[in-house]
Protein backbone atom coordinates (compact mmCIF):
# COMPACT_ATOMS: atom_id res chain seq x y z
CA UNK A 1 0.00 0.00 0.00
CA UNK A 2 1.05 3.43 -0.82
CA UNK A 3 1.61 6.16 1.46
CA UNK A 4 -1.09 8.43 0.45
CA UNK A 5 -3.25 5.79 0.37
CA UNK A 6 -2.38 4.94 3.87
CA UNK A 7 -2.85 8.77 5.40
CA UNK A 8 -6.21 8.42 3.97
CA UNK A 9 -7.25 5.21 5.83
CA UNK A 10 -5.94 6.95 8.97
CA UNK A 11 -7.80 10.12 8.50
CA UNK A 12 -10.98 8.28 8.14
CA UNK A 13 -10.33 5.87 11.16
CA UNK A 14 -9.78 9.26 13.15
CA UNK A 15 -12.96 10.77 11.71
CA UNK A 16 -15.22 7.81 12.13
CA UNK A 17 -13.41 7.39 16.09
CA UNK A 18 -14.87 11.05 16.72
CA UNK A 19 -18.24 10.54 14.98
CA UNK A 20 -17.22 13.31 12.29
CA UNK A 21 -19.47 13.69 9.17
CA UNK A 22 -17.59 13.58 6.35
CA UNK A 23 -19.51 17.24 5.44
CA UNK A 24 -18.91 18.56 8.55
CA UNK A 25 -15.45 17.69 8.51
CA UNK A 26 -14.86 19.42 5.52
CA UNK A 27 -16.85 22.52 6.80
CA UNK A 28 -14.38 22.62 10.09
CA UNK A 29 -11.34 22.03 7.96
CA UNK A 30 -12.20 25.12 5.66
CA UNK A 31 -12.22 22.45 2.78
CA UNK A 32 -14.96 21.97 -0.14
CA UNK A 33 -16.94 19.20 0.83
CA UNK A 34 -17.27 17.36 -2.75
CA UNK A 35 -13.37 18.03 -2.60
CA UNK A 36 -13.04 16.33 0.85
CA UNK A 37 -15.21 13.54 -0.84
CA UNK A 38 -12.72 12.68 -3.41
CA UNK A 39 -9.90 12.74 -1.68
CA UNK A 40 -11.38 10.49 1.14
CA UNK A 41 -12.25 7.94 -1.56
CA UNK A 42 -8.87 8.07 -3.61
CA UNK A 43 -9.66 10.21 -6.45
CA UNK A 44 -7.93 13.31 -5.49
CA UNK A 45 -4.48 13.63 -3.82
CA UNK A 46 -4.72 15.37 -0.57
CA UNK A 47 -2.90 18.67 -0.24
CA UNK A 48 -0.38 19.67 2.22
CA UNK A 49 -2.22 22.65 3.80
CA UNK A 50 -5.78 20.46 3.64
CA UNK A 51 -3.68 17.44 5.78
CA UNK A 52 -2.62 20.48 8.02
CA UNK A 53 -6.33 21.61 8.80
CA UNK A 54 -7.56 18.25 8.58
CA UNK A 55 -4.95 17.06 11.28
CA UNK A 56 -5.65 20.54 13.26
CA UNK A 57 -9.74 20.11 13.29
CA UNK A 58 -9.22 16.11 14.48
CA UNK A 59 -6.11 16.69 16.68
CA UNK A 60 -3.78 14.55 14.93
CA UNK A 61 -0.22 14.87 15.81
CA UNK A 62 1.06 14.58 12.20
CA UNK A 63 4.25 12.44 13.06
CA UNK A 64 1.09 9.28 13.12
CA UNK A 65 1.54 9.51 9.81
CA UNK A 66 5.29 9.63 9.32
CA UNK A 67 6.68 6.03 8.11
CA UNK A 68 9.92 4.41 10.21
CA UNK A 69 11.70 5.17 6.82
CA UNK A 70 10.55 8.78 6.90
CA UNK A 71 11.23 9.19 10.91
CA UNK A 72 14.93 8.28 10.27
CA UNK A 73 15.37 10.21 7.01
CA UNK A 74 13.74 13.48 9.36
CA UNK A 75 16.38 12.45 12.20
CA UNK A 76 19.26 11.94 9.93
CA UNK A 77 18.57 15.88 8.28
CA UNK A 78 17.99 17.17 11.58
CA UNK A 79 21.05 15.99 13.35
CA UNK A 80 22.39 17.07 10.08
CA UNK A 81 21.49 20.21 10.57
CA UNK A 82 22.38 20.60 14.36
CA UNK A 83 26.02 19.48 12.97
CA UNK A 84 25.96 22.34 9.94
CA UNK A 85 24.23 25.46 12.15
CA UNK A 86 23.87 24.13 16.13
CA UNK A 87 21.22 23.68 18.07
CA UNK A 88 20.59 27.29 19.54
CA UNK A 89 20.06 29.51 16.07
CA UNK A 90 16.69 30.78 17.30
CA UNK A 91 17.34 31.11 20.91
CA UNK A 92 19.81 33.73 20.45
CA UNK A 93 17.27 36.40 19.79
CA UNK A 94 13.85 35.94 19.37
CA UNK A 95 10.66 37.84 18.35
CA UNK A 96 6.92 37.15 18.60
CA UNK A 97 5.05 37.60 15.73
CA UNK A 98 1.33 37.20 15.71
CA UNK A 99 1.65 34.95 18.85
CA UNK A 100 3.83 32.54 17.16
CA UNK A 101 7.60 32.27 17.95
CA UNK A 102 10.08 33.05 15.19
CA UNK A 103 13.87 33.13 14.68
CA UNK A 104 15.07 37.17 14.72
CA UNK A 105 17.32 37.34 11.69
Known sequence: MDHA???????????????ISVAELARRASIDR???WYILDGQRQMRADEFIRLCAVMGLDMGLFLTNDMKEELAYRRQRVIENYGTGLCGLVSQRTRGVERCAH
Open 5 to 19: KLVVIRMEEARDARG
Open 34 to 36: KRL
